[in-house]
């Protein structure tokens, strides 16, 4: 797992103790590369289903702006949900005003049909943050699962518990909604760390 | 091949000669199904270059009222790619007002990755068509060359000929433009004549 904000403070307490480097060097020093994000939106993509989850970095925990999954019954046509995924999403951005967003990568599909579909639900999320101006970044499930519950096999509500338990919510966020918030989680601490593996730009 | 516009005059004409049905009942029968869409946009998606058309029905044949290629270099990062397709298609659908919009249904792709980002385009294409209130159908390749060249393992440069030739265009049309063009001309067809298989909207 890489490093909390909570974790972050303890680190510089303690480095502070006993030393003599002038505090402004220290800070700079003990500064996380890439902080300029305060506000990050998860988007977990799916036509039936897309998952978005917002969060504001701060202490004692990160806190949770806003969280859904944007839900489309199966017997609207695909065009509907893609435009409906858009304008959710939109109206979320501009209410929360993220500076980052974070899409799952995509690792396997059925068949091509089903990535075709899952592709289509990513391209209408990634128009709403792309023309929101925000920074994009994917990172893979398995990465995801590794950071949050430190396997990367982990079930789907491990992920779920451990994002209630890392945002202090008082119920485990829906399935869908716990993996955006799980992505945006995973990235607040990616950005708190030096990476030989820097996250890819989408 | 369908029945075009022309065709479907000179039908009028030669089932109008000799008949004793009044006029209004012979219109009525002789009216195609779904004849509303005077203004179609094609759309043939892909990430680095997504090709468009819009055509006008008319005498002695369609009009193309726009035609291009919407293209984003290799270095661009793939969500402002995604961001420029349904920028550029919602100026051209403002502009030119279709009231359909046909899209190729996918047949291939080499593999997962290709699809996902294939479908991506697609959702970005089918975000701006849904957003502007426009009916949205799609058509096999397959089943676009048998219409317009009459063979449906055509080359590419066949479908641009006939689509210059069927538009009286001075040239014929890029490739990406000429497949656009294609699936609104095939759209027009199908929609000049009762069908045993209804396209499929999507």
Redesign the interface.
């Known amino acids: 797992m890489g490093i909390t904000a909570q974790q972050f403070e303890q680190m510089k307490s303690r480095l502070g103790r006993g030393t003599r480097a002038p505090r402004a060097v220290m800070e700079a020093c003990l500064q996380p590369p890439r902080s300029r994000h305060q506000v990050i939106v998860g988007i977990d993509p799916s036509l039936r289903g897309t998952g978005y989850g917002v969060m504001r970095l701060g202490k004692p925990q990160p806190r949770v702006l806003a969280q859904g999954t944007i839900r489309c019954p199966a017997s609207w046509?695909?065009?509907?949900c893609?435009?409906r995924i858009?304008?959710t999403l939109r109206d979320v951005l501009k209410q929360h005003r993220p500076t980052v967003c974070v899409i799952e990568a995509?690792f396997?599909?059925q068949n091509?049909?089903t990535?075709?579909?899952?592709?289509?639900?990513?391209?209408?999320s990634?128009?709403a943050?792309?023309?929101a101006g925000l920074d994009?970044y994917e990172i893979a499930p398995r990465k995801v699962k590794q950071a949050i519950v430190g396997y990367g096999a982990a079930q789907k509500l491990a992920v779920a518990k451990m994002v209630q338990r890392l945002l202090a919510l008082d119920e485990p966020p829906a399935s869908d909604a716990a993996d955006a918030l799980a992505l945006a989680l995973t990235f607040a601490q990616e950005q708190g760390r030096y990476s030989l593996s820097p996250l890819k730009?989408?």
Chains 1, 2 share one sequence.
């Not at 075709?116 to 990513?122: F, H, I, S, V």
């Open positions: 046509e695909r065009s509907r893609l435009a858009t304008q995509l396997y599909a091509l049909q990535a075709l579909l899952l592709g289509e639900a990513r391209g209408a990634l128009v943050a792309a023309e994009i730009r989408v």
